[in-house]
């Protein structure tokens, strides 16, 4: 075979090896950049919201309250503390009621203990004797069921009672309110609340 088509051979065969080899090297980077999920489908981290809570440092839940919160001792209030609150709230309203009076046993009224409202959305806690010491600035205190503007301590007059320490946030300051009882409270925060919290303490006096 003459030397110009050996020589147009061996051309030809670099040339096509050439080809092939670019083809597989370009196969291969696409194959590689396309590993793994479109970066548009991936999914945002979220964070569960934050639980309200509502706790005392004097007491834990569903367990019984230190004599000193209640008619048997000083009478003052207890501390209370709060976190995980809305966002949206401009202030809270605090109830506390005991369901099951006069006898647990046969309980035929709901007497309520202590009635407060326009505590200040900054507010994440009651110190202990708040009620009658001072209340955050801008709070106001309405009548429990002796018709006066303050705490009224446990003294359930037959077995052990439970007492709900019900706190609400509401998307508003309260107006036009004067010293309400726990039922004018309840009328007036209707349609304002955007979260709420509570705390159960029990007491059985000692003394008979």
């Not at 109830?95 to 647990?104: K, Q, Y």
Request: some cysteine; glycine content about 8%; proline content about 10%.
């Amino acid at each position: 075979m003459p030397l110009r088509n050996l020589l147009t051979i061996a051309f030809l065969s670099f040339a096509v090896a050439c080809g092939k080899s670019k083809s597989s090297t370009t196969d291969t980077a696409a194959v590689i950049t396309n590993v793994g999920p479109p970066r548009g489908n991936q999914l945002p981290i979220t964070t569960p919201p934050m639980t309200f809570n509502l706790s005392s440092s004097a007491f834990a839940p569903n367990s019984s309250m230190p004599t000193k919160y209640t008619c048997e001792g000083a009478g003052i209030s207890p501390p209370l503390a709060w976190s995980g609150a809305p966002a949206s709230a401009k202030s809270f309203a605090l109830i506390v009621e005991d369901p099951d009076a006069p006898d647990p046993a046969k309980p035929t009224r709901v007497v309520s203990h202590w009635v407060a409202y326009n505590i200040p959305a900054s507010a994440t806690s009651l110190s202990e004797n708040a009620s009658n010491k001072g209340m955050p600035a801008g709070s106001a205190q309405g009548s429990n069921e002796g018709n006066k503007q303050v705490y009224m301590g446990p003294c359930p007059p037959i077995g052990r009672h439970r007492y709900f320490f019900k706190l609400f946030a509401l998307d508003t300051v309260l107006s036009g309110l004067s010293n309400p009882k726990k039922a004018d409270l309840e009328k007036a925060i209707q349609g304002h609340v955007v979260g709420n919290a509570e705390l159960i303490g029990t007491y059985q006096k000692t003394k008979k």
